[in-house]
C-alpha cells in the first residue's frame, strides 16, 4: 500500500474494494490520490492535522461542498464521501490539465465563476458559514493580519535566520511601518472605520485560495475548480489582490507572454461585479499595499519551522538554504512595488 493511505479505512469509506491507487500530489496538509474501484474512479484526500495549526481544513471544504450541492451547478468537484477520523474525503474524479499559461478565456471563466458565488450570497443556509480563513471584513481585520504575521516572521528570524533578520531589520520593518502610517491615515481621511466590518450584502463566498493553481482545464475548454479549504465569508477585494498576488499564478509572467493584463481584467471583472458598493474601488486602492505586506510575509514561510516542513513534504526538497534565499527573493520583489502608496 503506498504509505500514508489507510487501505481498510478507504473501502470502509467507500463500501468497495480498492482496486488501484496513484499519489497525484503529496502536501503539508494533505495528500491527493487518483483511485479506482470496481464501479469509479475518484480524487481521494488524505488529511493530516498540523498541532500547530487548528484550522480543520477537510471540515471546511466539506461544508462549502455540501452547500454548493443544494444549489444550481458549478464547475466543481462534486463531494462523494467523508469521514473525520481517519481524515479521508472522497471526491468526483475530473479529468483535465493544469492550467499552465491562462487565456483571457480563463480568466473570464474565473470571473463568471466568483460571479456566480456572488449571486448565492442570500440563499438559505449562508449566514451558519464562518469567515474564509484569513479573512479581512474590516481595516483593523487587515491590520492586525499584517501584525500577526510579521511577529510571527520576526520570531522564525530570531530563532536561526540571522538573513532574515537582517532583511527584516534593513528593508522590510521600515517599509511596513511607512505603509501602515500612510494606510491608517487614508482610513481615516474618507471615513473608513477600523473596526466596521463589510455588511453581508457587500460580502463574498470566497474560496480564499483561488487561482488557476487550484483549476483544471477540461479537453472542451472548461474550467473546473478546486480546493475550498480555505471557504468562507470575505470582502471581495482581499480575493481580487490575492488571485492577482499569488505566487502560484505569476500573472505578471503570463502577461508578459500573452500581452494580455490578466490582473487589471480580473479588477475590472470584480469591480463590475461589486459596483454597487460605493467603497469598493477605494478600499481596492488602499488595501493593496496591506494585502501585498501580507503576501510577503506568506512567501517567507519556509523560514518556520512548520513552514519548511510543509514545503518539504509537498516537493521534496532537501535544501532549506537553498529554499529560503529564493523565497527571501521572491518576497524582496514583491515589496519593492508596493511603495508608494
Not at 499559461?101 to 456572488?118: C, E, K, R
Not at 535566520?161 to 527584516?168: C, N, V
Request: hydrophobic share 40%; with cysteine; net charge negative.
Amino acid at each position: 500500500m503506498t504509505p500514508g493511505l489507510p487501505r481498510v479505512a478507504v473501502e470502509q469509506l467507500l463500501k468497495e474494494p480498492l482496486l488501484t491507487w496513484e499519489p497525484i500530489r503529496r502536501g503539508g496538509n494533505n495528500r491527493l490520490y487518483r483511485i479506482t474501484t470496481p464501479t469509479r474512479t475518484l480524487a481521494l484526500k488524505h488529511h493530516t492535522r498540523q498541532p500547530e495549526d487548528p484550522r480543520d481544513r477537510q471540515k471546511t471544504e466539506r461544508v462549502a461542498l455540501t452547500f454548493f450541492a443544494d444549489h444550481p451547478p458549478l464547475p466543481i468537484p462534486r463531494l462523494v464521501a467523508w469521514e473525520e477520523a481517519s481524515g479521508l474525503t472522497a471526491l468526483e474524479w475530473i479529468d483535465g490539465e493544469q492550467i499552465q499559461t491562462p487565456s483571457t478565456d480563463d480568466l473570464d471563466q474565473a470571473l463568471a465563476f466568483i460571479a456566480a458565488l456572488a449571486a448565492l450570497g442570500e440563499a438559505p443556509g449562508t449566514e451558519a458559514i464562518p469567515p474564509a480563513s484569513g479573512a479581512c471584513l474590516s481595516p483593523g481585520m487587515l491590520l492586525r493580519q499584517v501584525h500577526a504575521r510579521t511577529e510571527r516572521l520576526r520570531q522564525a528570524a530570531a530563532d536561526s535566520h540571522p538573513e532574515l533578520e537582517a532583511w527584516m531589520r534593513g528593508r522590510f520593518l521600515p517599509a511596513m511601518t511607512r505603509i501602515l502610517d500612510r494606510s491608517i491615515t487614508a482610513f481615516k481621511r474618507h471615513g473608513l472605520e477600523s473596526e466596521a466590518e463589510r455588511p453581508r450584502a457587500c460580502r463574498l463566498l470566497s474560496p480564499s485560495d483561488f487561482g488557476f493553481h487550484n483549476a483544471l482545464r477540461q479537453a472542451d475548454g472548461r474550467l473546473v475548480f478546486l480546493d475550498f479549504e480555505y471557504f468562507g465569508w470575505d470582502d471581495p477585494v482581499k480575493l481580487s489582490w490575492d488571485f492577482q498576488m499569488h505566487p502560484g499564478m505569476n500573472l505578471a509572467m503570463h502577461c508578459a507572454r500573452s500581452g494580455a493584463d490578466l490582473g487589471a481584467r480580473f479588477a475590472a471583472g470584480m469591480q463590475r461585479l461589486y459596483g454597487a458598493d460605493d467603497t469598493f474601488a477605494l478600499r481596492h486602492a488602499l488595501y493593496r499595499p496591506l494585502i501585498g505586506l501580507c503576501w510577503c510575509m506568506i512567501v517567507l514561510n519556509e523560514f518556520a519551522r512548520d513552514g519548511w516542513e510543509r514545503r518539504a513534504l509537498a516537493t521534496g526538497e532537501t535544501d532549506p538554504d537553498q529554499v529560503c534565499a529564493r523565497q527571501l527573493a521572491k518576497a524582496t520583489a514583491l515589496l519593492d512595488t508596493l511603495e508608494p502608496l
